[in-house]
Nanobody, 126 residues
């Protein structure tokens, strides 16, 4: 239903910043909450944060709160993840995901998302 393509990953020093973008296709993009997840080698996929369909509500994992910010521009069919004060432990492949239906709450689990991007690598050096 929704096709997603992430971009903006790369190599950055600890303390630096990156902004990831997720371009979406589909005429109903604005009806879906959007989320970001990440997975590092040897670790489980981890919830990063999510934003409601209208962009008026957000949810973040505790370790990301205060450093990461999710935003969306429905007119451009794009979701962003601004990452500040990056740490080596933030190194992972970051995935964008679209909710599988309309939710009145902000979804935060993998099972609530039905469409996934290919992922973009973020590497933070010390």
């Amino acid at each position: 239903q929704v096709q997603l393509v992430e971009s903006g990953g790369g190599l950055v020093q600890a303390g630096g910043s990156l902004r990831l973008s997720c371009a979406a296709s589909g005429r109903t993009f604005s009806r879906y909450a959007m989320g970001w997840f990440r997975q590092a080698p040897g670790k489980e996929r981890e919830f990063v944060g999510a934003i409601s369909a209208k962009g008026d509500s957000t949810s973040y994992a505790g370790s990301m709160k205060g450093r990461f910010t999710i935003s969306r521009d429905n007119a451009k069919n794009t979701v962003y993840l601004q990452m500040n004060n990056l740490k080596p432990e933030d190194t992972a492949v970051y995935y964008c995901a679209a909710a599988d239906r309309y939710y009145y709450h902000v979804p935060t689990t993998s099972s609530e998302f039905g469409s996934w991007g290919q992922g973009t690598q973020v590497t933070v050096s010390s």
